[in-house]
């Protein structure tokens, strides 16, 4: 693979370069200002079974992976391959999701964090419903720390706001349970500015999960209000669900001239967006990976960063 990476920089840096000038990546933040990790990090959601097609936005997400020893076997791929940010959920395959985790991440343990959320009910495969009273938020923060096997959750998020409860009552939930010692740092998914903004005067929000990638890009407002607060915020379907990998499709065409694949140019383009963004592919194959992960290595010219950035919704 040709990308333009430390050598180039380097002469850049040294101002003997005439190469069109190139950003300088940081490979990682620091969640809550106290919490490394790299920016490629792995969504989990994936690592689990249904009823009917296991792809795409109909995936049911029901029960643990048939192939468990596989699914382990990926997941330590990945520690050991520098991932150190893993994402999953209580709602993922009715907690098995997290279950899976705390197996197979137990060797490494102190070398990466886990994410998790509460706050979605799953009454059946094909429904995800917010559900925030407090009480309910509590048990299921209790029962992801036994499933997760710590005594302390990393970064929890609010899956959901529940509509039928205020900000302040979810949020205040998950404060007591940080005061408490049970959980490092808050987050939200799929919140808008005016939600973040209410639920920062209950809690301090360190990341914050929306859905975006380069060609779906309702929450720009969400990802300047985060740049400025040193809030994560960690882009939910990164490659649009796979959309973004393929060698023919829109983004095929920059991924030549840098010499990468369609995906880490996609992942490529959200590390170039601003230095608090934190990818969360997902991926059953370690070939694809090992191949996200190296999109650390991309670097794109602001060129190139525009032209991705015109590539229309799909
Ligand atoms: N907060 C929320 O409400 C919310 C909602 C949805 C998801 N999430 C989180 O976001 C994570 C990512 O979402 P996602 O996994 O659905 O979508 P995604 O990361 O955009 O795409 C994953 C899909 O792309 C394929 N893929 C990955 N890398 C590839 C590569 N290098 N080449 C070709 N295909 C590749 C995967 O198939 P293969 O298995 O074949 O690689 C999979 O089908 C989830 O795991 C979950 O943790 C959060």
């Known amino acids: 693979m040709t990308t333009n990476t430390n050598d180039s920089n380097a002469s850049i840096l040294s101002g003997t370069s005439v190469l069109p000038e190139l950003p300088v990546l940081s490979e990682t933040f620091r969640i809550g200002g106290d919490l490394p990790v790299r920016r490629i990090g792995y969504g989990s959601m994936r690592l689990a079974d249904g009823p009917g097609d296991p792809t795409g936005p109909e995936a049911r997400i029901w029960t643990a992976p048939a192939d468990r020893a596989a699914a382990v076997r990926l997941l330590r791929t990945a520690a050991e391959a520098g991932v150190t940010l893993f994402d999953?959920?209580?709602?993922?395959?009715?907690?098995a999701g997290e279950e899976l985790l705390a197996e197979a991440l137990a060797p490494y343990r102190d070398e990466v964090a886990v994410a998790t959320k509460v706050g979605v009910v799953r009454p059946s495969p094909t429904?995800?419903?917010?559900?925030g009273h407090p009480a309910y938020l509590r048990q299921q923060a209790e029962l992801s720390l036994r499933r997760l096997r710590t005594e302390r959750i990393d970064l929890l998020y609010l899956h959901r706001l529940d509509e039928n409860v205020p900000v302040a009552e979810q949020v205040g939930a998950l404060r007591r349970l940080q005061e408490e010692g049970k959980v490092r740092h808050i987050g939200l998914s799929e919140v808008t500015v005016a939600q973040l903004t209410e639920a920062e005067a209950v809690a301090p929000v360190a990341a914050v999960q929306n859905l975006y990638n380069l060609a779906a890009r309702d929450h720009e407002a969400v990802l300047e209000h985060t740049a400025g607060r040193g809030i994560a915020f960690v882009p939910f379907f990164p490659i649009a669900m796979g959309g973004h990998t393929d060698p023919e499709g829109p983004v095929a065409?920059?991924?030549?001239e840098v010499g990468a694949t369609p995906s880490q140019t996609a992942l490529a383009w959200l590390l170039h967006r601003a230095p608090h963004v934190l990818p969360i592919p997902g991926t059953s194959s370690e070939h694809h990976l090992k191949?996200?992960?190296?999109?650390?290595d991309v670097r794109l010219t602001d060129e190139q960063f525009a032209r991705l950035s015109a590539v229309p919704a799909s």
Request: overall charge negative; aromatic content about 8%; glycine content about 8%.
């Open 88 to 95: 999953t959920a209580d709602a993922y395959a009715l907690g």
């Open 127 to 131: 429904e995800w419903v917010p559900l």
């Open 253 to 256: 065409a920059v991924a030549r």
């Open 291 to 296: 191949e996200n992960l190296g999109a650390l």
